[in-house]
C-alpha cells in the first residue's frame, strides 16, 4: 500500500462506507460547489474536465450552440479477464444549447452521446447487463426554462442539478440528484450528477433565499453492471419499480460577510434502494425505493485564507435488503478544511461520520453497513501551472477510523493544449480493506484523454 500512495503523491509532485457504491467512491473536484450546478459538468465518464469548459467565446455554426468531442482510453493493469489491459476505447460527443431571450429569461438543453469501441474490439464474452449499459449511450441532460416573475422571486423549470451542501468529496445533505457511477471513483461527484425534472422557486428577503421545489421526476443512481469490474456478482433479476409521483424539498439560506448558512428539508424516496421481499411465497422480490425524510444544515466560514466546511443530516425511513420488519435512521455530519494560501494551490480535508441511532447487527449482512458507524478521510491537492494552462490533481478517500476499510486515490494531470484542445491523464488506484473495496482492489487503472471543443 505504501508504494501505491507513493505513486499518487510522485505523479503530483513532479508536476507540482459509505451507504452505497455511489457514495463510497465518488468524488474529487477542484471547483467548491455552490447552491446549484448546471449538468454540462457532469457528462464526461472518466474524463474530469468540466463540460462548462466548452468555451462559449468560441464562434459556433449556429448561434448558442457549443460542443466537445472527446476520445477516452483506459488501461487496467491489474484486472482480470473481461476487464484487463485495455479497458475502455470511447469516443463521446457532447452538445449544449443556451438561448437567452430580450426580457431576461435563459433556455438551456444539453445532450450527450457515446460509444465504446472496446466491446466490440475485445473478443472477450461480456455479461448483456455490461453491454446494455456501458456499449453506447444516447442521454438528454440539463433541459430548463428560468427566469425572474419579479424583482424577488426566480423561476427554473425543467431537468437540472441542484447541489445542498459545500463538500466536493463526500455526499451528506446532497441528496437530490442521482449519480452516473457506473464506472465509480474514476469522476467527482461533481461531474456525476444527473439532472431531474424539477420546479424551483427562489424567494429572495434580504439576505435570505427561500427555495421550494417539487420533483417531479424519479430515478436513482446508475450503479455499475452486473458482471462489470466494479459489480462482478450475476444479474440477480430482480425488477425495479418504477414511480411517477411528486416528491419535495425545501432550502432556507443566508449569506452574510464572511459567512453563510443553510437548513434543509425533503421528504424523497431513498436513492440507494432495497430487495423488498413480498409476504406472499407467489409473489416476485422487487427493488424498492421507499420515501424518506432528510432534515440537515450546512455552514461555511470564511477566514482569510482559510475555509470551515460543515454538514449535518438526519434521515429517518431508511429501509435494508437484510431487515424487512423494521425502518432505521440516522445522523450523517462532516467537517472540512480548505486552505488557499498558496499560489495556485489548493488543498482541503473533509471527515464525515454517519451513525445509526437503532443499528441492528443483522445489518452486518448488508456489504455497505457492516458497523454503526462508517467513518470517511478524504484529502484533495489540486495545482495549477504555466499560467494556468497545466492542472495537478491529487485526492485521497479512505475508510474507518484508523483508515482501514479501503479506499482509493487518484492522481491526474490536465494540460490545455491549445485553445480549443485539452488533455487528461491520470492513474486511480483502489485500496482493499473491507468487503465493498477488497471485490475491485485489482480494478487500478491508468486513463488518458483528449478533448476538443467548439
Not at 45 to 52: I, K, L, R, V, Y
Not at 86 to 93: D, N, P, V, W
Not at 192 to 200: D, G, I, N
Not at 349 to 372: A, G, T, V
Request: aromatic letters at 12%.
Amino acid at each position: 500500500m505504501t508504494i501505491k500512495l507513493a505513486l499518487g503523491g510522485l505523479l503530483l509532485s513532479s508536476l507540482v462506507y459509505a451507504e452505497s457504491v455511489d457514495e463510497a467512491l465518488g468524488g474529487f473536484d477542484d471547483t467548491p460547489v455552490q447552491v446549484e450546478k448546471s449538468s454540462m459538468d457532469v457528462m464526461d465518464g472518466f474524463d474530469d474536465s468540466n463540460a462548462s469548459e466548452v468555451s462559449a467565446t468560441k464562434e459556433s455554426l449556429v448561434e448558442g450552440l457549443t460542443g466537445k468531442l472527446t476520445e477516452q482510453v483506459a488501461f487496467s493493469y491489474n484486472g482480470d479477464k473481461p476487464h484487463d489491459n485495455f479497458t475502455s476505447l470511447k469516443s463521446s460527443l457532447f452538445l449544449d444549447y443556451e438561448h437567452k431571450f430580450e426580457n431576461g429569461w435563459r433556455f438551456k438543453t444539453n445532450a450527450k452521446a457515446y460509444y465504446d469501441a472496446i466491446y466490440d474490439i475485445r473478443s472477450d464474452v461480456y455479461t448483456r447487463d455490461e453491454l446494455d449499459e456501458q456499449r453506447s449511450e444516447i442521454r438528454l441532460y440539463d433541459a430548463y426554462v428560468e427566469g425572474s416573475i419579479s424583482d424577488k422571486i426566480d423561476i427554473k423549470l425543467g431537468r437540472q442539478v441542484v447541489v445542498w451542501g459545500r463538500s466536493d468529496t463526500i455526499r451528506i445533505t446532497d441528496i437530490l440528484n442521482p449519480l452516473d457511477n457506473r464506472r465509480p471513483g474514476m469522476v467527482d461527484i461533481e461531474d456525476l450528477r444527473l439532472p431531474v425534472t424539477m420546479a424551483k422557486l427562489d424567494f429572495f428577503l434580504g439576505d435570505w433565499r427561500v427555495t421550494p421545489i417539487a420533483i417531479v421526476e424519479q430515478f436513482f443512481t446508475i450503479t455499475p453492471a452486473f458482471g462489470s469490474a466494479f459489480n462482478p456478482q450475476p444479474e440477480p433479476h430482480i425488477a425495479e419499480t418504477n414511480y411517477h409521483d411528486v416528491t419535495y424539498a425545501l432550502s432556507v439560506g443566508g449569506e452574510f460577510s464572511g459567512w453563510d448558512v443553510n437548513f434543509y428539508a425533503a421528504r424523497l424516496r431513498d436513492d440507494a434502494g432495497y430487495v423488498k421481499f413480498p409476504t406472499q411465497p407467489t409473489l416476485q422480490p422487487t427493488f424498492t425505493h421507499d420515501k424518506v425524510n432528510m432534515f440537515g444544515t450546512a455552514l461555511n466560514v470564511l477566514s482569510g485564507s482559510w475555509l470551515l466546511k460543515t454538514e449535518l443530516a438526519y434521515l429517518n425511513g431508511l429501509k435494508y435488503t437484510s431487515v424487512q420488519d423494521k425502518s432505521f435512521s440516522r445522523t450523517d455530519a462532516l467537517i472540512g478544511l480548505e486552505y488557499n494560501g498558496i499560489a495556485d494551490t489548493m488543498i482541503s480535508y473533509d471527515f464525515s461520520i454517519r451513525h445509526f441511532n437503532n443499528y441492528d447487527k443483522r445489518l452486518e449482512n448488508e456489504l455497505f453497513l457492516p458497523n454503526k458507524n462508517t467513518y470517511q478521510h478524504a484529502l484533495r491537492i489540486t495545482s495549477d501551472f504555466l499560467n494556468a494552462t497545466l492542472h495537478a490533481n491529487y485526492l485521497i478517500s479512505l475508510y474507518g477510523s484508523k483508515l482501514d476499510e479501503g479506499g482509493f486515490q487518484r492522481a491526474w494531470v490536465k494540460y490545455d493544449i491549445a485553445d480549443a484542445i485539452s488533455t487528461n491523464i491520470g492513474v486511480v488506484d483502489y485500496i482493499g480493506g473491507s468487503k465493498l473495496f477488497n471485490t475491485i482492489k485489482n480494478s487500478d487503472m491508468i486513463f488518458a484523454d483528449i478533448s476538443y471543443s467548439f
